[in-house]
């Protein structure tokens, strides 16, 4: 497949892929040469995204005359910036696309730089199918502090976490020779229940757990509450699975062993309002009767 890529791409630029170069200006011939080269080099290297400093790694060039070079392709449309220093390269199908964008996965995992990472809360549910609707936010939980912000129309939100925190991560891989790192089923739901609102409430939440109740370990539910120590998601993960009867008495019984006196809402999100119920010291400020109607999704 890169193969017939890099054809096309060279066709584009004025390149014979085998052979003499076309003749043309000596300087446009270098340029375009150079530009051949370094997108052959990302699809070699199954790189779609990358920054400035990968193209100057990929044809040996200074990072100013990269820059110049990417420059030059933007213009003719074969790569499109996402922000300074950050391009994509435009599939040849499309034509010259400045306005493509790419996977908002893996630019999710450019933005964090360095820093440890996972794609999480309601993203991870996508990722999961675990949710019925389209998401268009990326939630990205990250040992770095990093502003939120909107790239070609899609929201990038960052969740602070501490490095203890960062457990229960696995492998998505977006293409053949890509991947990007998300919460495991299990995690997803426990942070979920930690944070409804960043998933679209505690109903949402309950929903993706119906969902893929067949292939949820119960077992691991209770290891990463107790690893995370969240008294609201103890609560929370007690109500849930007592509601949908998939765990066992003694299981149930080690959730409520280690809740305190103190009551909290099941959602945080919504008022604090509606009954109480001791089993789990929880607020009920959602009917019963909605997180059922889940089990008719």
Same mark, same amino acid.
């Given at each position: 497949?890169?193969?017939?890529?890099?054809?096309?791409?060279?066709?584009? +630029?004025?390149?014979?892929?085998?052979?003499?170069?076309?003749?043309?200006?000596?300087?446009?011939? /270098?340029?375009?040469?150079?530009?051949?080269?370094?997108?052959?080099?990302?699809?070699?290297?199954?790189? /779609?995204?990358? !920054?400035? &400093?990968?193209?100057?790694?990929? !044809?040996?060039?200074?990072?100013?005359?990269?820059?110049?070079?990417?420059?030059?392709? @933007?213009?003719?449309?074969?790569?499109?910036?996402?922000?300074?220093?950050?391009?994509?390269?435009?599939?040849?199908?499309?034509?010259?696309?400045?306005? %493509?964008?790419?996977?908002?996965?893996?630019?999710?995992?450019?933005?964090?730089?360095?820093?440890? %990472?996972?794609?999480?809360?309601?993203?991870?549910?996508?990722?999961?199918?675990?949710? !019925?609707?389209?998401?268009?936010?990326?939630?990205?939980?990250?040992?770095?502090?990093?502003?939120?912000? !909107?790239?070609?129309?899609?929201?990038?939100?960052?969740?602070?976490?501490?490095?203890?925190?960062?457990? &229960?991560?696995?492998?998505?891989?977006?293409?053949?020779?890509?991947?990007?790192?998300?919460?495991?089923? @299990?995690?997803?739901?426990?942070?979920?229940?930690?944070?409804? @609102?960043?998933?679209?409430?505690?109903?949402?939440?309950?929903?993706? #757990?119906?969902?893929?109740?067949?292939?949820?370990?119960?077992?691991? +539910?209770? @290891? %990463?509450?107790?690893?995370?120590?969240?008294?609201?998601?103890?609560?929370? #993960?007690?109500?849930?699975?007592?509601?949908?009867?998939?765990? /066992?008495?003694?299981?149930?019984?080690?959730?409520?062993?280690?809740? /305190?006196?103190? %009551?909290?809402?099941?959602?945080?999100? #919504?008022?604090?309002?509606?009954?109480?119920?001791?089993?789990?010291?929880?607020?009920?400020?959602?009917?019963?009767?909605?997180? +059922? &109607?889940?089990?008719?999704?």
């Amino acid at each position: 497949m890169y193969k017939n890529y890099n054809s096309a791409y060279a066709s584009c +630029l004025g390149v014979c892929l085998v052979g003499q170069p076309l003749r043309t200006n000596h300087n446009l011939k /270098t340029a375009r040469s150079r530009t051949a080269n370094l997108i052959m080099a990302l699809y070699d290297s199954g790189k /779609t995204m990358f !920054t400035t &400093a990968e193209a100057a790694q990929l !044809t040996g060039l200074t990072i100013p005359l990269a820059s110049s070079l990417l420059h030059k392709a @933007e213009r003719r449309g074969l790569v499109s910036r996402l922000k300074r220093g950050l391009f994509v390269l435009v599939p040849p199908e499309l034509g010259s696309s400045a306005d %493509y964008s790419g996977n908002p996965y893996l630019i999710a995992r450019y933005l964090v730089g360095q820093a440890s %990472y996972f794609l999480s809360h309601a993203t991870a549910m996508e990722l999961h199918r675990m949710v !019925t609707q389209p998401q268009f936010t990326i939630f990205i939980s990250c040992t770095k502090r990093i502003p939120n912000q !909107t790239l070609r129309g899609t929201q990038f939100r960052f969740v602070l976490l501490q490095t203890k925190d960062f457990f &229960a991560i696995v492998k998505h891989w977006v293409t053949k020779q890509e991947h990007v790192e998300i919460s495991d089923l @299990e995690r997803t739901i426990i942070d979920g229940l930690r944070h409804p @609102e960043l998933c679209g409430g505690i109903s949402e939440v309950a929903k993706g #757990l119906w969902m893929r109740r067949a292939d949820i370990h119960v077992s691991k +539910l209770l @290891e %990463y509450s107790a690893r995370l120590n969240v008294g609201s998601v103890r609560r929370r #993960l007690g109500y849930l699975l007592d509601l949908f009867e998939i765990a /066992t008495d003694e299981q149930l019984q080690s959730l409520r062993s280690s809740l /305190t006196a103190t %009551y909290l809402p099941l959602d945080p999100s #919504l008022p604090s309002e509606g009954p109480h119920i001791a089993k789990w010291r929880l607020q009920l400020n959602i009917p019963r009767e909605e997180l +059922l &109607a889940a089990r008719s999704t």
